[in-house]
Structure formats: structure tokens, C-alpha cells
């Protein structure tokens, strides 16, 4: 799928992986409108081509005006789609202050799964409604998972819970959109050197580093936003999960 006089939605994208895409986007051509929380867009950096909407992921009426937005210019037609919004707190199941909260695990369902689906079927709609290219596309979805989702560790029973759902989502999302010219694609990513873990050690981080198999590093927001590129420009990649984590199988802790 082509990139230029299109439109791109990233959510998440003032920071992180986010915003590693926008811009990646924004230099291939699209223009990119990054929708984030109002505090994140308005620290967010200053990229040619990317403007910022303060948008919760959680308010339909919100994802609505974004989405509306972005498809306000028929000369560029919203084709691109990238959820990147997320949040990872960690609670054990049973820890030492008792039952895991009930409320912190509906946030994060509500932010990392039900946020990514109402990007994706807000936007679907609208992207349905919008001209073919000779090959029959309209558009391309990307989600973002995590290897949680099939290696979670203690603590992450939320977010691995959250994560999983998003896999589950790929393929009879790709499925049911397939009528409409609409590839939808997920990227579960390792270890990334995110803001996430800016507040980490560098004896942390190297330990982190460490128990990748291959490259023995922490991945890059700029590899992740490579490879959504690459899933754009292969027509053929639909309803699958890729892994992006150096051979990273995680540990139980």
C-alpha cells in the first residue's frame, strides 16, 4: 500500500512507539494525525508532518472527532491505522495486600483491548467508505500486542490478559474486514527501550538485555516502527500476529 497523500492514525503517538511511527509515517509520505492523552501531546516532539489530538482511547465520542479528523481531506484518505496506546501496571493475582484490584484489571482491558477495538472499528468504518487502489486496498490496521500475551510473568496477569486479546482479535477482525479491502495485522514486541523503562537501572536494563538470545540488546521504538512500514508494504500480510523479540521467550519472573 502506497503512503503518500494518505492519512495515518497513530494512537499513543507522542511517545515511545507511538512516536517512533508517526514519524516514520510522516516520512513516507502520510500525513499523520498522533492521538495521545492532552498532558502526552502537549510534551510531544515536534515532527514535520504529525499533529497532535488529545484523544482517551476510552471515549468513543473522542475516537470519533479524531477519527473525523483524519478523514477530512478526501485528497488524502485515512488508510493507515497504528494502536500503540497502552499501559502496563503490574499486580500479582494474590499478593501481599490481598486480591489483585478488580478496578486496576478493567482499566487496563479497558485501555490496551477495548481502546485498540473502538481505533479499529470507528476507523474501519470510515476507511470502508473511502475509494479502492487498483489492487482492491483501502486500508491497513496494525495493533500492538506484546510477547506478554504469550509469555506473561508474574505480575502481568492484566496485561498479559489485555495482550491476548488483541492476538485473538487479529484474525476474525482481518476476516470480517476483508470485504472491505481492510488488512488487519498485530506486532508483539519484546523488550523495547520505551520511556516505560526510563525509570529502570542500567543494571536492570542490561539484565534485560541479557536474556535476549539474539541481537543481545533491547529492541528499538525505530525497529518497531520499521516494521509497521513493512507490514503496510506487504499486501499480502493479513490477520497474523508477528513477534518482534530477538528470540525472547520471558521467564516466569
Do not use: W
Not at 65 to 85: E, F
Not at 205 to 225: C, D, K, M, N, T
Amino acid at each position: 500500500m502506497q503512503l503518500p497523500n494518505t492519512t495515518a492514525v497513530v494512537t499513543g503517538g507522542a511517545s515511545g512507539l507511538g512516536a517512533a511511527t508517526a514519524a516514520a509515517l510522516a516520512s513516507a509520505g502520510a500525513r499523520v494525525l498522533a492521538l495521545d492523552l492532552p498532558e502526552a501531546c502537549a510534551g510531544g516532539p515536534t515532527i514535520d508532518g504529525v499533529s497532535y489530538v488529545p484523544t482517551d482511547v476510552t471515549s468513543e465520542d473522542q475516537v470519533r472527532a479524531a477519527v473525523g479528523q483524519a478523514s477530512d481531506d478526501p485528497r488524502r484518505p485515512l488508510r493507515t491505522v497504528v494502536n500503540c496506546a497502552g499501559i502496563g501496571p503490574s499486580a500479582r493475582v494474590l499478593g501481599r495486600k490481598g486480591v489483585h484490584d478488580l478496578a486496576l484489571f478493567r482499566t487496563v482491558v479497558e485501555v490496551n483491548l477495548v481502546g485498540s477495538f473502538t481505533v479499529l472499528a470507528i476507523a474501519a468504518e470510515v476507511i470502508a467508505a473511502t475509494e479502492p487502489d487498483p489492487q482492491g486496498q483501502r486500508g491497513v490496521v496494525v495493533n500492538t500486542a506484546s510477547i506478554a500475551a504469550f509469555d506473561g510473568q508474574v505480575g502481568q496477569a492484566a496485561y498479559s490478559a489485555s495482550k491476548g486479546g488483541i492476538v485473538g482479535l487479529t484474525l476474525p477482525a482481518a476476516r470480517d474486514l476483508a470485504q472491505h479491502g481492510i488488512r488487519v495485522m498485530t506486532i508483539a514486541p519484546g523488550i523495547v527501550e520505551t520511556p516505560m523503562l526510563a525509570t529502570v537501572s542500567e543494571e536492570v536494563r542490561a539484565g534485560l538485555a541479557a536474556g535476549v538470545p539474539f541481537p543481545r540488546r533491547l529492541a528499538r521504538p525505530e525497529e518497531y516502527a520499521q516494521l509497521v512500514l513493512a507490514v503496510l508494504d506487504h499486501d499480502y500480510l493479513n490477520g497474523e500476529t508477528i513477534r518482534m523479540d530477538g528470540a525472547l521467550r520471558m521467564a516466569p519472573r
